[in-house]
C-alpha cells in the first residue's frame, strides 16, 4: 500500500533564519542584547552585593559611585540592585501574559479560519471589540477592577493582547486548509485536531513567533506603565515602572532615578524590534531566497 506523503513544516528552517540573520547583522545584536539583560535578570546576586529592598536613611538620594553604581533612591537603596531586580519581575509578567496571549489567540484564530462560518464571525467580532480599546486603558481599567496583583497584571496584559495573535493565525489557516495536502488529510481520516496541530499550525508557527517577538515589547511598555500610574506591582517589590514613579517624584534632585530605568526599558524595547526584523527576514520567503 502507498502512504500519502504530506508536506509538514519546513525543513533547515534553523539554517535558513541563521544565514538570514547574517544578512540583517542588527538582529544579532537585539539577540544579544535580549540574552544579556535575562541572564542579568535570572542570575542578579552575581551582579551586585546589595539588596534591592536593603534601606540606608544615611545615604539617600547619593549620587553615582564606586560603591552605588547608578546611586541611590529615596530610602537609600542602591539603584543598580533595585534595576536588575526589577528586570525580573518586568521580564517574567511581559514573557508570561505574552505567552499566554499567543497561546489563546493563536487556538482562536486556528478555530475560527478552520471552522469559518458563524464561530468565525462571532470571534472576530470579540476581537474587533477589544482592538477598539487602546492596550493600556483596557489594561488599566481591568487591573483597576480586579486589583494590582501580578496574576491580574499578567491577566489584562494578556487579554489586550490576544486579538493581534488571533488575526494572525487566522487569516494563512483559511488559506491552508485548501491546500491539496489537506484534502489528502481529510480523505484520510484525520481529526481536524490532529490536521490542525501537525499539518497546519507548523506552517504558521513561525509568523506567531515574530509577532511575539514583537508584542513582548508592548508587554513589558504596558506593565511600565500601570506601574508608573500606581497599578502595578506593590511597593516595596523593584519593578521599572515602579522606579520610573518614584525617581520622578525626585526628579529635580535625582535625575539618575528616573533615566535609568527609562533606558532599561527603552534598551530591552529596542533589542526586541531588532530581533523582530530579523525573524520577520527569516519567515519572508523573498528574503529567504535572497540569502
Not at 500519502?4 to 519546513?10: M, T
Not at 546589595?50 to 537609600?76: I, K, N, W
Not at 472576530?124 to 487591573?143: C, E, K, R, W
Not at 484534502?183 to 508557527?205: F, K, M, T, W
Request: net charge neutral; charged share 15%; proline share 5%.
Amino acid at each position: 500500500m502507498t502512504h500519502a506523503v504530506l508536506p509538514g513544516a519546513p525543513r533547515g528552517a534553523l539554517h535558513a533564519m541563521i544565514r538570514v540573520f547574517n544578512v540583517n547583522k542588527t538582529s544579532w545584536a537585539g539577540l544579544v542584547i535580549l540574552l544579556a539583560v535575562i541572564v542579568i535578570a535570572v542570575f542578579a546576586p552575581l551582579f551586585t552585593a546589595h539588596d534591592p529592598l536593603a534601606q540606608d536613611v544615611t545615604r539617600q538620594l547619593s549620587g553615582p559611585s564606586m560603591e552605588h553604581l547608578f546611586g541611590t533612591d529615596e530610602y537609600g537603596r542602591d539603584t543598580w540592585a533595585r534595576l536588575i531586580y526589577g528586570a525580573r519581575v518586568s521580564l517574567a509578567i511581559g514573557i508570561a501574559s505574552t505567552v499566554i496571549a499567543m497561546l489563546v489567540g493563536s487556538s482562536i484564530g486556528l478555530l475560527a479560519g478552520w471552522y469559518g462560518g458563524r464561530f468565525d464571525a462571532v470571534m472576530m467580532q470579540v476581537m474587533d471589540v477589544l482592538l477598539a480599546f487602546p492596550s493600556l486603558i483596557l489594561g488599566l481599567v481591568i487591573v483597576a477592577m480586579l486589583g494590582a496583583s501580578t496574576p491580574n497584571i499578567v491577566f489584562a496584559i494578556a487579554l489586550t493582547s490576544i486579538p493581534p495573535f488571533a488575526r494572525i493565525a487566522r487569516a494563512p489557516t483559511i488559506a491552508l486548509k485548501e491546500r491539496e495536502y489537506v484534502e489528502a488529510c481529510r480523505s484520510l481520516g484525520y481529526s481536524d485536531a490532529r490536521i490542525l496541530l501537525v499539518h497546519i499550525l507548523p506552517n504558521i508557527a513561525a509568523e506567531i513567533v515574530v509577532m511575539g517577538s514583537l508584542w513582548l515589547a508592548n508587554a513589558i511598555r504596558t506593565e511600565a506603565s500601570l506601574a508608573f500610574i500606581g497599578l502595578g506591582i506593590k511597593p516595596p517589590t523593584p519593578t521599572w515602572g515602579g522606579m520610573i514613579r518614584s525617581g520622578f517624584e525626585n526628579i529635580l534632585d535625582s535625575a539618575w532615578l528616573a533615566v535609568v530605568p527609562s533606558l532599561a526599558i527603552l534598551i530591552v524595547i529596542f533589542a526586541l524590534n531588532l530581533l523582530g526584523d530579523g525573524l520577520r527576514d527569516a519567515v519572508d520567503p523573498k528574503l529567504k531566497n535572497e540569502a
